[in-house]
C-alpha cells in the first residue's frame, strides 16, 4: 500500500514561516490535498491539487510538490495556525484513500 | 452542511448504522466518504460511495464488516458496521468528495459522530 510519512511535531514563533512535508514515493506524479485539523473540531481543506487554496483560506497557506515529497507552507505563522495538518493523497493501484499520519504544528 | 448521527456504545460483535444528511448541494452529483479517527490518532479513510452508487470502495480494515449506502431521493448517506471491534472506536466523518483529473479531495466535511466499542 501507498504510504505517506509526515514529519514529527513543529514548532514556529509567530510571524515565521511554518514547512510541514509529506513524503511519499514519486509522490509529486499524484495530487496531494491537506487539511487542518484543530482540537476537537473536524478537518478543513486547506490546499488541494498540489497548490490550489479554496476560497476563505489565506493566501499565507501555499504548498508544492516534486519528487518524493510534498510541502505546506505557512508564512507569517499566528496562533489561530496551531492544529494537526494532514496531506492526502488518492492511490489509484488500490482504490484507496491515504492520509498521512499528521503534524502537529505549535505556535510557540 | 453534513450532519453525521448515529454513534454510540456497543460491544464487540455489535452492530450500528450510521447516517449522514447532507444539505446546500445536489447531493446525487457527488461521491461520499466515510473518515474516521481513533482517539488520539489520525484520520484513516473508511469507505467511498460513487453519486449513483455504481461504485464503493472500503478500506481493508472494514472491508467485509461495513457497509456504505446511500439514499440520493432523501439526500443520506449511511454506513451499516457489524461485526464491531474495540478497534473501531473513534470519531467518524462523512465528507464530500470533489474531483479533478483521476484525484479526489474532501470538502466539506461533517461535525463527526463518535462510536465506542467496549465490552
Known amino acids: 500500500s501507498y504510504v505517506l510519512t509526515q514529519p514529527p511535531p513543529v514548532s514556529v514563533a509567530p510571524g515565521k514561516t511554518a514547512t510541514i512535508t509529506c513524503g511519499g514515493s514519486?509522490?509529486?506524479?499524484?495530487?496531494v490535498h491537506w487539511y487542518q485539523q484543530k482540537p476537537g473540531r473536524a478537518p478543513t481543506l486547506v490546499i488541494y491539487?498540489?497548490?490550489e487554496r479554496p476560497s476563505g483560506v489565506p493566501e499565507r497557506f501555499s504548498a508544492s510538490n516534486s519528487g518524493n515529497t510534498a510541502t505546506l507552507t505557512i508564512s507569517r505563522v499566528d496562533a489561530g495556525d496551531e492544529a494537526d495538518y494532514y496531506c492526502?493523497?488518492?492511490?489509484?493501484?488500490?482504490?484507496?484513500?491515504?492520509f498521512g499520519g499528521g503534524t502537529k504544528l505549535t505556535v510557540l | 452542511q453534513l450532519v453525521e448521527s448515529g454513534g454510540g456504545l456497543v460491544k464487540p460483535g455489535g452492530s450500528l448504522r450510521l447516517s449522514c444528511e447532507a444539505a446546500g448541494f445536489t447531493f446525487s452529483t457527488y461521491g461520499m466518504n466515510w473518515v474516521r479517527q481513533a482517539p488520539g490518532e489520525g484520520l484513516e479513510w473508511v469507505s467511498y460511495i460513487s453519486g449513483s452508487t455504481t461504485f464503493t470502495h472500503y478500506a481493508d480494515s472494514v472491508k467485509g464488516r461495513f457497509t456504505i449506502t446511500r439514499d440520493n431521493a432523501k439526500d443520506s448517506l449511511f454506513l451499516q458496521m457489524n461485526s464491531l471491534r474495540v478497534e473501531d472506536t473513534g470519531v467518524y466523518y462523512c465528507?464530500?468528495?470533489?474531483?479533478?483529473?483521476?484525484?479526489?479531495?474532501?470538502?466539506?466535511w461533517g461535525q463527526g459522530t463518535l462510536v465506542t466499542v467496549s465490552p
Open positions: 491539487e498540489d497548490t
Open positions: 492526502q493523497v488518492w492511490d489509484s493501484d488500490s482504490n484507496h484513500v491515504r
Open positions: 465528507a464530500r468528495e470533489l474531483t479533478s483529473s483521476g484525484t479526489g479531495w474532501f470538502d466539506p
Open positions: 514519486n509522490i509529486g506524479s499524484k495530487s
